[in-house]
C-alpha cells in the first residue's frame, strides 16, 4: 500500500497550499462520500448512522460519523492541523525598489527556516473576497506558476553568510515579483485574471507563499519521501483516511482539523477556540440528549492529538534524547512531556499501545531532551475546554519547518491503520480505574 498512499499523499500536499486548500479539499473529499455540510448559523438535524462535517474560517474543519447504537456512547477523536510556516502578504504589498524592481512586503507566519525559502521558485495561494452584486463571496486562488524569488546575496557581497547569518525578515527575505516594466497594482490585476472577476470587486484577501517544488520520494530504496508542509498536512491526511475507512456503532467518530497552530491556536478556528467543544455540544443536543449525557460521554472520550515528531538527525545525534528518539521508517510516535506541553500519560499510552497491538503497528516513543525546551501542539490547549483522556502522537521527520521537509514512507499507512483501528474501537469507563476497549 504504501506507494499508493505516498502518491495520494503527495497529490494532497500538492493541491493544499494554503489551509483553505486544505480544507476545501477535505471537503470535496467528504462530499463525495457522501457527508453532509452543516453551518454553524443553521439548526442541525443530526440522525444516528450520519456523516457530517463543519467548516470554521474556511481554514478549519470538523467532520464526524453518529453510531447507531448511542446508550453508551463517547466520542473518538483525532485531532491535526492545517497550516505551516510560510509567508504572509501584507494588505498594502507593492514595494518598488531603486527603480528597477517590485518587490513584496511579507510577514513571517510561524517559525520557519528562513534559507529553505532561499533561490527556489514560489508563488503565491490562499482566499479572496469579491463582491458580487450585495454579498461577499470567497474565492480560493491558486497562481499556479513560477512568480516569486527571494534572492539570497551573493557571497562576495557576504563573505560570513556560512559563518552563521541573522535574517531580516523585512530585509532579507522579501520576495521579488518583477522589474523595472512592472505596474503598481500588477499583483491584483494577476489575481483578479486567475479568478476571472473585477480588480475593484476584490474587497479583501488572505494570501500567502508557498514552495512550488513538488513532493517526492527518493532515497536507496525509495525509503524517504519530501514535500512542502509534512507537518501537518500529512497527520491530516491520515485522520481523513481513517476516519472515512474506520467506524463503530456505539462511537462518535471525529477528525478535527484546526488552523493557526503554528502562531500559538489562539484564534476562532484554533485549537484554543471553542470550535471543537461548540461542535461536540450541538452534536449531543441534535441527538436529543442532555448535559449529564454529554458529561458521561466524555468520561469515556478520547482524543489522539496528531502532530508529526523530530526524528533523529543524522548529522546530530546529539540533538535528541539518548534513549527515548524515534527514526523513520519505523512506527508511530508517541510524545510525552513533564510539563504537559503533551497531554499523554500512562492511561493514554496504555489505551493507544492496546490499539496499536490490535492494528499491527509499531510504536516509538519520544521525549525532548531535558535541557531542552520543545513545542507545544493542539492536545493540552483543547483539554483546557474539554476532559477526556488523550495522547499526543506523529510520525518522524526531517526538517520540521522548512519550506520543503522530509519522512519515511512507510510511516503513513502505520498512522492511517492505527487510526483506522481508533475509529473501529469503542472506549467505554466501565468500573473506577477501568477502561474497557470493544469493537
Not at 533561490?119 to 458580487?132: F, H, M, N, Y
Request: hydrophobic share 40%; proline share 3%.
Amino acid at each position: 500500500m504504501s506507494e499508493q498512499t505516498n502518491r495520494e499523499l503527495l497529490e494532497f500536499i500538492h493541491h493544499s497550499p494554503t489551509a483553505f486548500h486544505a480544507v476545501d479539499n477535505i471537503r470535496k473529499t467528504l462530499m463525495e462520500q457522501d457527508f453532509v455540510m452543516l453551518l454553524e448559523g443553521e439548526d442541525w438535524d443530526i440522525r444516528p448512522g450520519g456523516k457530517y462535517f463543519v467548516t470554521r474560517n474556511d481554514s478549519a474543519l470538523i467532520a464526524f460519523k453518529v453510531g447507531e447504537d448511542l446508550e453508551h456512547y463517547s466520542f473518538n477523536i483525532t485531532a491535526a492541523h492545517s497550516d505551516s510556516p510560510s509567508f504572509r502578504l501584507k494588505d498594502l504589498s507593492e514595494m518598488k525598489a531603486l527603480g528597477h524592481y517590485m518587490k513584496l512586503d511579507t510577514e513571517g507566519y510561524g517559525g520557519m527556516i528562513c534559507y529553505t525559502w532561499l533561490d527556489r521558485p514560489l508563488s503565491i495561494a490562499g482566499r479572496v473576497l469579491v463582491r458580487e452584486g450585495d454579498s461577499l463571496v470567497t474565492k480560493l486562488v491558486n497562481i499556479d506558476r513560477d512568480l516569486l524569488m527571494i534572492p539570497s546575496l551573493a557571497i562576495h557581497q557576504n563573505r560570513s553568510v556560512n559563518d552563521g547569518f541573522e535574517f531580516n525578515k523585512q530585509v532579507d527575505l522579501l520576495p521579488l515579483l518583477g522589474g523595472k516594466d512592472s505596474e503598481e497594482g500588477g499583483l491584483k490585476k494577476i489575481i483578479a485574471q486567475e479568478l476571472g472577476v473585477d480588480e475593484e470587486s476584490i474587497l479583501g484577501s488572505d494570501l500567502s507563499l508557498y514552495n512550488r517544488q513538488e513532493g517526492t520520494v527518493w532515497g536507496a530504496n525509495n525509503e524517504f519521501l519530501s514535500s512542502p508542509q509534512l507537518d501537518d498536512l500529512q497527520c491530516v491526511f491520515s485522520g481523513m483516511k481513517a476516519l472515512l475507512a474506520g467506524g463503530n456503532r456505539k462511537s462518535v467518530d471525529v477528525l478535527a482539523v484546526f488552523d493557526n497552530e503554528e502562531v500559538g491556536s489562539g484564534t476562532k478556528q484554533g485549537a484554543a477556540s471553542t470550535f471543537l467543544p461548540d461542535t461536540l455540544h450541538r452534536v449531543n443536543a441534535a441527538l436529543g440528549y442532555d448535559e449529564a449525557k454529554f458529561l458521561r460521554a466524555m468520561a469515556g472520550s478520547f482524543m489522539v492529538s496528531a502532530d508529526n515528531a523530530h526524528a533523529v538527525h543524522p548529522n546530530h545525534p546529539e540533538k535528541s534524547d539518548e534513549i527515548n528518539r524515534v527514526y523513520m521508517n519505523e512506527g508511530v510516535v508517541v510524545k510525552r512531556h513533564a510539563g504537559q506541553k503533551y497531554t499523554t500519560d500512562g492511561v493514554s499510552i496504555a489505551v493507544f499501545r492496546a490499539l496499536a497491538e490490535k492494528a499491527g503497528v509499531p510504536l516509538q516513543y519520544f521525549a525532548n531532551r531535558s535541557d531542552v525546551a520543545g513545542g507545544s501542539t493542539l492536545g493540552n490547549l483543547e483539554m483546557a475546554q474539554l476532559s477526556m483522556n488523550a495522547v499526543d502522537i506523529g510520525l518522524p521527520q526531517l526538517a520540521m519547518h522548512s519550506s520543503y521537509e522530509t519522512a519515511g514512507t512507510k510511516d503513513t499507512d502505520y498512522m492511517i491503520a492505527v487510526l483506522t483501528e481508533f475509529y473501529n474501537s469503542h472506549i467505554e469507563e466501565s468500573a473506577l480505574h477501568t477502561l474497557q476497549i470493544t469493537k
